[in-house]
């Protein structure tokens, strides 16, 4: 798990697999056939940079099938072709629980898009396909609201999806437009972290409207599914001390910008010495942060 400490809130810090966001696939690759056309999703502004027929209705993050981009271009190279595939895995949140508290619409992926609209078809997906995974998101969502007994998936009249909190001591459940910010957010987070698809997922904020023991919890739960067989990757950008002083060294990477370009670099590559300074208890990561000993973590308008 990589936890990402941004120097300040911008569109290109949550992009690792280049410096610069529109230059993860070049169109005048030679290894894509002359006249070809190429929809490529950007990521970061949540829309495609060449069409908008890439993005559904929904406006997942993941290419769909007949648009996506092993559809439409003509690869002829393995490496690009790999690459191509690992990208049509890539989930990336950045979750609102007002997205959360809409109805969902019954759908066979049960997909959650990165804002959070979809998130009763998620739940009734995860409860069908993958049940073990539910339980671990149920249980997660008890460390933060321990009230809650069951979370379960209704269907309206109009064959919407909606989601029933129930608590202990209270008759009647309460609705996905009656609880906390905090305790729908955390089953945004937990599902999607305990769902099993995609290789690569990132979320933006998790702190947000959240208690800081449950960011411990979010944090035990990524850590859990880095350590299953599958392999996984998560990165998390945050700006919460409380975050960053529960990881370890190891598990930091600094973001920044540099001549208009975003750097990505794990925090002991910058300073070796911050391992010793942690493991001594000399002090905090989020006060070496904050302290601008590392100039990549000081905003500055030449950078």
Same mark, same amino acid.
């Not at 559809?71 to 690009?80: D, E, T, W």
């Not at 919890?217 to 990524?222: I, M, R, S």
């Given at each position: 798990?990589?936890?990402?400490?941004?120097?300040?809130?911008?569109?290109?810090?949550?992009?690792?697999? @280049?410096?610069?966001?529109?230059?993860?696939?070049?169109?005048?690759?030679?290894?894509?056939?002359?006249?070809?056309?190429?929809t $490529?999703?950007?990521?970061?502004?949540?829309?495609?940079?060449q069409?908008?027929?890439?993005l559904?209705?929904?406006?997942? $993050?993941?290419?769909?099938?007949?648009?996506?981009l092993?559809?439409?271009?003509?690869?002829?190279?393995?490496?690009?072709?790999?690459?191509?595939?690992?990208?049509? &895995?890539?989930?990336?949140?950045?979750? %609102?629980?007002?997205?959360?508290?809409?109805?969902?619409?019954?759908?066979?992926?049960?997909?959650?898009?990165?804002?959070?609209n979809?998130?009763?078809?998620?739940a009734?997906?995860?409860?069908?396909?993958h049940?073990?995974?539910?339980?671990?998101?149920?249980?997660?969502?008890?460390?933060? *609201?321990?009230?809650?007994?069951?979370?379960?998936?209704?269907?309206?009249?109009?064959?919407?999806?909606?989601?029933?909190?129930s608590?202990?001591?209270?008759?009647?459940? $309460?609705?996905?437009?009656?609880?906390s910010?905090?305790?729908?957010?955390?089953?945004?987070l937990?599902? *999607?972290?305990?769902?099993?698809?995609?290789?690569?997922?990132?979320?933006?904020?998790?702190?947000?409207?959240?208690? /800081?023991w449950?960011?411990?919890?979010?944090?035990?739960?990524?850590?859990?599914?880095?350590?299953?067989?599958?392999?996984?990757?998560?990165?998390?950008?945050?700006h919460?001390? @409380?975050l960053?002083?529960?990881?370890?060294?190891?598990?930091?990477?600094?973001? $920044?910008?540099? %001549?208009?370009a &975003?750097?990505?670099? /794990?925090?002991?590559?910058?300073?070796p010495?911050?391992?010793?300074?942690?493991a001594?208890?000399?002090?905090?990561?989020?006060?070496l942060?904050?302290?601008?000993?590392?100039?990549? &973590?000081?905003?500055?308008?030449?950078?």
């Amino acid at each position: 798990m990589h936890i990402h400490a941004e120097v300040e809130s911008n569109d290109s810090q949550l992009i690792m697999m @280049a410096t610069r966001r529109q230059d993860a696939l070049s169109l005048s690759s030679p290894l894509i056939a002359h006249g070809t056309e190429i929809t $490529w999703l950007d990521m970061v502004i949540e829309r495609p940079v060449q069409t908008a027929e890439a993005l559904d209705t929904l406006q997942l $993050w993941s290419l769909p099938a007949p648009l996506s981009l092993l559809a439409q271009v003509k690869l002829f190279s393995p490496i690009v072709d790999v690459f191509a595939t690992s990208v049509a &895995t890539v989930r990336v949140y950045r979750f %609102d629980p007002l997205a959360g508290r809409g109805p969902g619409i019954p759908s066979v992926s049960g997909e959650i898009t990165p804002r959070g609209n979809q998130l009763p078809a998620l739940a009734a997906f995860l409860q069908a396909q993958h049940p073990m995974a539910w339980e671990k998101t149920v249980q997660r969502v008890r460390l933060v *609201a321990p009230d809650v007994d069951h979370i379960t998936v209704r269907s309206d009249h109009d064959r919407r999806l909606r989601l029933e909190f129930s608590e202990s001591g209270l008759i009647s459940p $309460w609705t996905d437009n009656e609880v906390s910010d905090g305790t729908l957010r955390s089953l945004m987070l937990f599902a *999607a972290i305990f769902d099993p698809r995609g290789s690569l997922k990132a979320f933006e904020e998790p702190e947000n409207s959240l208690h /800081p023991w449950a960011i411990r919890a979010f944090v035990d739960a990524c850590r859990e599914v880095l350590a299953e067989p599958a392999p996984k990757q998560l990165a998390v950008t945050t700006h919460s001390q @409380a975050l960053i002083d529960y990881v370890t060294p190891e598990e930091v990477t600094i973001v $920044w910008r540099q %001549d208009g370009a &975003t750097m990505v670099r /794990p925090l002991l590559q910058l300073d070796p010495t911050v391992r010793d300074y942690w493991a001594e208890g000399r002090g905090r990561l989020s006060n070496l942060l904050n302290s601008g000993l590392l100039l990549e &973590t000081v905003p500055s308008s030449s950078t």
